[in-house]
């Protein structure tokens, strides 16, 4: 029978996963301008995976609702790159499964931690229109759902500036194939997630 919770061997590293080659050109205003202290990160996630042994047919849910903890770090927006510095957090919640058959529905609860240590690093990025940020090259937001395959990379996301506070949200959806037990199995994903930052 497969493991009822596959996500045992998750790594949520949602900040700052690549680094890519830094740009100083200078070029216009720039709204992101400037530098902000990390405050939190909050993340919803669904992860859908099926599977068929014989004749029965399995569905595995896992569903994850998180806000980082001990958050440190501060990011510069410059015209066309972001710098990190010493951007950490921890993880340490729950999440749950549910594992789904035509007899039966069963449900589990399985911790999710996870500490970030303080890095630093540096990416390109572009600004398109008023509200929403491109990184050309890469960006530093990812996440690893399965330690076989690489990480899930969030290149594009919508920005929101109110008083002090940036808020950077992003929706991934992929499909792929998630690795329990050795066996392969189809899985689709949603991962919404919001980045907020105070200006220094």
């Known amino acids: 029978m ?92 729950t999440y749950t499964t549910y594992t789904i058959t035509a007899l039966a529905t069963d449900t589990s609860v399985s911790p999710l931690m996870a500490t970030v240590q303080p890095a630093d690093t540096s990416v390109s990025y572009q600004l398109i229109g008023q509200d929403s940020i491109y990184f050309p090259n890469g960006s530093p937001f990812g996440l690893s759902v399965d330690s076989i395959q690489p990480p899930i990379q969030i290149k594009g996301a919508h920005f929101i500036l109110s008083g002090s506070t940036l808020s950077i949200t992003s929706t991934i959806n992929q499909s792929g194939n998630l690795t329990v037990n050795g066996i392969s199995l189809p899985t689709t994903g949603t991962v919404s997630s919001v980045i907020t930052l105070s200006k220094q």
Do not use: H
């Open 2 to 93: 497969l493991n009822r919770s596959p996500f045992l061997a998750i790594a949520f590293c949602l900040l700052f996963s690549v680094a890519c080659k830094k740009s100083n050109n200078n070029s216009g205003s720039n709204p992101l301008a400037g530098s902000w202290n990390f405050v939190g990160e909050t993340t919803n996630a669904d992860i859908t995976s099926n599977a068929s042994l014989g004749p029965i047919s399995i569905q595995v849910v896992n569903l994850i609702d998180f806000r980082t903890i001990n958050n440190m770090g501060s990011l510069t927006f410059k015209s066309d790159s972001l710098d990190a510095v010493g951007v950490g957090y921890s993880i340490d919640t």
